[in-house]
């Protein structure tokens, strides 16, 4: 097991726990180093700073960008930025906006096959988060439509179903841009999770690389020791940093979370060794 966890979400976004509340618990589970990289916002970094500081836990300030690149989502996570950046500031406010009228289109699409009030109640479970699909999700849960998101994402929320909303988020250049120009490492987000072949995946990649992307997550709370495996040698061959992260949004998920990463290879050299200065400020 590592003490690292560089993948996390509070309810500033689609997780469960407020950022006060995730950074006592990662505490609680011998977590030392922590960053939050909630969906495409900062907004919970000021009051985990706060609970860090209490616990002497080394917060890393961080974000999770939505990116499409050759019509597939991709995630990237930015790691040791500055959240008052402002091409990140005016990047991620562009994105919200989008998520915001996704969320009205997928209102719309659940509302013409009988749940009319889904916006209304996703909207209400988000608050001032940024909105997901998460948030439809549990709408329809509480509904009692299934006993689990899971099932409510494969029936209702991807691709081909009938919530599901196809969304232009930032291009690969810009998130990794910005989190260049926020002083931070991107990193590429649960490898494992794309479904395109293994040129493709290559292919990202390189034009990762290209674009100034330094880290590839080798460990995530949903991989297997065989993916681990699998991404390390990638992150070698493409000379990346490796990164770790639970992706833990609260205690319903059903995959490793907060304190259950495994350790890594020798052979790769960890993304957090190479943070330079890890304090951040943040004004407001
Ligand atoms: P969004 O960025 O709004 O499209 O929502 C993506 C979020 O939904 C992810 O970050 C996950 O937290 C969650 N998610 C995606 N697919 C699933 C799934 N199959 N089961 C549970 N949660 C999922
Ligand atoms: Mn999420
Ligand atoms: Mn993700
Ligand atoms: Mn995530």
Same mark, same amino acid.
């Given at each position: 097991m590592i003490n690292v966890d560089l993948h996390t979400h509070t309810?500033?976004?689609?997780?469960?726990?407020t950022p006060r509340a995730l950074v006592q618990l990662a505490h609680d589970c011998g977590i030392t180093t922590l960053a939050i990289t909630d969906h495409d916002t900062t907004a919970g970094l000021l009051e985990a700073r706060h609970q860090a500081q209490q616990l002497d836990l080394r917060l890393i300030a961080g974000i999770e960008l939505s990116v499409s690149w050759s019509q597939t989502v991709i995630h990237i996570v930015g790691l040791? +930025?500055?959240?008052?950046?402002l091409s990140l500031v005016q990047g991620t406010a562009e994105l919200r906006e989008r998520r915001e009228l996704r969320a009205q289109k997928i209102g719309d699409s659940l509302a013409k096959i009988g749940f009319k009030q889904a916006y209304a109640g996703a909207k209400m479970l988000a608050g001032e988060a940024t909105i997901t699909r998460s948030h439809f999700a549990q709408y329809l849960v509480d509904q009692g439509?299934?006993?689990?998101v899971s099932k409510i994402f494969k029936h209702y929320?991807?691709?081909?179903?009938?919530?599901y909303v196809a969304t232009q988020w930032a291009s690969l250049e810009d998130a990794v841009s910005w989190i260049a120009e926020a002083g931070g490492i991107a990193v590429i987000a649960?490898?494992?999770?794309?479904? +395109?072949?293994s040129q493709m995946f290559q292919n990202l990649l390189n034009d990762f690389r290209q674009c100034g992307g330094q880290a590839i997550?080798?460990? %995530?709370?949903? %991989?297997?020791p065989k993916d681990t495996n699998k991404f390390c040698r990638l992150a070698q061959r493409f000379n990346l940093f490796v990164s770790v992260g639970s992706d833990y949004h609260g205690p319903h998920q059903n995959w490793n979370g907060l304190g259950q990463l495994s350790s890594l290879p020798d052979y790769v050299e960890p993304v957090?060794?190479?943070?330079?200065?890890?304090t951040f400020t943040l004004c407001h």
């Open positions: 309810s500033a976004s689609d997780g469960r726990l040791n +930025i500055n959240p008052e950046s439509c299934a006993k689990e929320l991807v691709r081909g179903k009938p919530g649960h490898p494992h999770r794309y479904k +395109i072949g997550e080798v460990v %995530s709370g949903s %991989s297997t957090w060794n190479n943070f330079q200065d890890t």
